[in-house]
């Protein structure tokens, strides 16, 4: 890269970083964990919102920070699996950032959850930029997307700390290089932990609700 870069852009990550880091000591007071989804529009990320918050709502109590465009459809569908959900339009910005969060946070009983989501805006460059405070990041490939997003999108592929791969359900019908890809990810992101699982079918959505389960009991052990 030969972009220079401009430092009033720094200014803001670096501004945003601090309230990333308020909401985080936010989260940690009120022992909630709390995981931020990214991934293209139509991965699936509502849709694994609503089959966490069905397989884990259970045992935890689940709020959803759902950050959209303009519509407040998702945040909906998180409700209606059962949990607390607030939206955030951004009113055309295509991420959410720290200080969005923070409102949110605001707004959410935060000393009576266990589990936070944030849904942000579908889009692999920018959110992988503007850290919002949660404990990890998952990023949610789909099979329909193709092999090659890692090798288009290292820099938000490299900083995950989890991988769902969506639509399993569609390999048959689809061409996806699975090997390709598990190459270009291991490349960026060596051993992260990866789920491949179908949120239409339920096929491998049961280790991933483990891997969920496993944080948020960490995370209260250690707060
Ligand atoms: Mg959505
Ligand atoms: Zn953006």
């Known amino acids: 890269m030969t972009t220079k870069r401009i430092p009033v852009v720094e200014r803001v990550l670096s501004a945003n970083d601090q309230m990333a880091a308020l909401n985080r000591a936010r989260l ?4 909630v964990y709390a995981v931020n989804f990214i ?3 139509g991965a699936g990320k509502t849709s ?16 959803v920070i759902d950050g959209d465009i303009a519509t407040s459809l998702d945040a ?5 699996a059962g949990a607390v959900s607030l939206q955030i339009n951004t009113g055309g910005d295509c991420h959410l950032d720290a200080v969005m969060v923070q409102a949110g946070l605001e707004q959410l009983p935060l000393n009576d959850i266990d589990l936070l989501i944030v849904e942000n805006v579908g889009n692999l460059i920018c959110p992988a930029n503007f850290r919002l405070g949660t404990h990890h990041t998952a990023l949610i490939a789909s099979i329909p997307e193709g092999a090659d997003k890692p090798y288009k999108y290292p820099g938000t ?7 769902v791969v ?6 048959p019908y689809v061409p996806f290089d699975m090997d390709y890809f598990r190459r270009g990810v291991e490349a960026l992101n060596p051993g992260v932990v990866t789920f491949p699982l179908s949120c239409r079918t339920g096929e491998g959505i049961a280790p991933w609700l483990d891997w969920v389960a496993a ?7 250690k707060s």
């Open 28 to 31: 940690d007071a009120a022992g």
């Open 76 to 80: 909906e569908r998180a409700e209606a």
């Open 215 to 221: 944080q948020v009991a960490g995370h209260k052990a």
């Open 48 to 63: 694994l919102v609503e089959q966490t918050v069905r397989g884990l709502s259970g045992r935890f109590r689940i709020a």
């Open 166 to 171: 969506n639509k399993i359900d569609l390999l």
């Open 157 to 163: 592929y490299r900083g995950v700390d989890a991988l």
């Open 39 to 41: 991934a293209s529009p």
